[in-house]
């Protein structure tokens, strides 16, 4: 009589079949989650230049388009750029190269920048 210790084949393909059951659930949630983090980041990144814009005009009595001139750096991957600013208004949007989504936000008497409708608060499609 043999002594037969190991798994048979067809358990070794069932192991690997529900491996690969497993992991079809689990990669969408995961690159989902990805671009979660790269929203987010967007989104920090815009409310840093609020912070910085909202700290050079306390100095300067006007807002400025130059990111170097406020001291402004971005996130790995992250776009900002400053769309228009003045004396009383400015606007900015953010991307990612990770993802098609944008993000922006607007402050005074600025023009809206799609997607944001509401001044001070950075939106997101």
Known sequence: MRDNK???LIELLIVVVIIGILAAIAIPK???TREKAY???MKSDLKNLASQ???YYSDNYTYTTSETGLGFANSEGVTVAIGTANGTAWSAS???SGTNSVCAVFYGDA???TP???AGA???N
Do not use: P
């Open 116 to 118: 944001a409708t509401i």
């Open 6 to 8: 190991g798994f048979t």
């Open 122 to 124: 950075v939106t997101c």
């Open 111 to 113: 023009a809206a920048v």
């Open 94 to 96: 953010a991307t990612h």
């Open 53 to 55: 814009e909202e700290i």
């Open 30 to 32: 995961f690159s989902a």
């Open 39 to 41: 929203v987010s980041a």
